[in-house]
């Protein structure tokens, strides 16, 4: 009897998927460097071209607003002069120091047609004679209108310590019959435009005058004067 083959099924296993990839976003490239860091360069190079667009348009209004407000007041710096010095007291005391006071007028005119000044507290007036300061003061507070000029009368005080030094200068100077005084401005001011006020600056120069002499209590004759003035924050 012939023998009877059995065949046996041979079991093939499943075939698995590959495993999926837990960070599917990460390539390595063949250089080592991971695909992502690309795409977050390009992001950062996307905001940083848009901060500095937005920089320029801001930029460039800023500039426009600035130029029609120009156009628009056409603003222009107050001028000021000094019309007469008087010389009250100029005494030197018994501990050798010199007091001085100066009585001056000066005008004060803004030409603008539509802009005010606020003349505000802090300011300071001195007269210097070469590199000493002689007496300082200051101006009071005030508005000025547009197109408007006022005439301020400051009383300036000082005392110097090197009295019989700079008495006897002072004195041989006065024999040329032309004395250089140098009266130093510095002012904050508040700008107002129609109804805004805005921020403080500083007007700040000098008037450079050439007096006849330092006689007391006489109105000084003023030879030459040469007033420079700038604004500064």
């Known amino acids: 009897m012939a023998d009877h083959q059995r065949i046996h099924p041979v079991m093939?296993?499943?075939?698995?998927?590959?495993?999926?990839?837990?960070?599917?976003?990460?390539?390595?490239?063949?250089?080592?460097?991971?695909?992502?860091?690309?795409?977050?360069?390009?992001?950062?190079?996307?905001?940083?071209?848009?901060?500095?667009?937005?920089?320029?348009?801001?930029?460039?209004?800023?500039?426009?607003?600035?130029?029609i407000l120009y156009l628009v007041f056409q603003p222009k710096l107050p001028k000021y002069s000094v019309d007469n010095l008087r010389i009250t007291d100029l005494t030197l005391n018994f501990d050798l120091t010199l007091y001085t006071r100066f009585d001056v007028r000066i005008t004060a005119n803004n030409p603008n047609k539509k802009i005010g000044i606020y003349y505000e507290k802090g300011s300071r007036l001195s007269v210097w004679y070469?590199?000493?300061?002689?007496?300082?003061?200051?101006i009071p507070r005030f508005y000025q209108g547009h197109?408007?000029?006022?005439?301020?009368?400051?009383?300036?005080?000082?005392?110097?310590?090197?009295?019989?030094?700079?008495?006897?200068?002072?004195?041989?100077?006065?024999?040329?019959?032309?004395?250089?005084?140098?009266?130093?401005?510095?002012?904050?001011?508040?700008i107002k435009l129609g109804m805004l006020k805005l921020m403080k600056v500083r007007i700040s120069g000098s008037c450079?005058?050439?007096?006849?002499?330092?006689?007391?209590n006489k109105f000084?004759?003023?030879?030459?004067?040469?007033?420079?003035?700038?604004?500064?924050?």
Do not use: M
């Open 12 to 67: 093939i296993p499943p075939t698995c998927p590959p495993p999926r990839d837990p960070f599917p976003s990460v390539k390595v490239d063949p250089s080592g460097h991971n695909a992502p860091v690309v795409k977050r360069t390009n992001c950062w190079c996307k905001c940083l071209c848009w901060i500095i667009t937005t920089f320029i348009l801001l930029l460039i209004i800023v500039v426009a607003a600035l130029a």
């Open 208 to 216: 450079k005058l050439i007096v006849d002499s330092l006689s007391t």
């Open 220 to 233: 000084i004759s003023i030879k030459a004067s040469s007033c420079n003035f700038g604004v500064k924050p």
């Open 147 to 190: 197109q408007n000029t006022t005439l301020l009368e400051v009383g300036l005080t000082g005392q110097n310590q090197y009295g019989t030094t700079l008495l006897q200068a002072l004195q041989e100077q006065q024999q040329t019959g032309r004395i250089p005084l140098d009266l130093k401005i510095d002012v904050p001011v508040r």
């Open 130 to 138: 070469k590199d000493t300061n002689l007496c300082h003061g200051s």
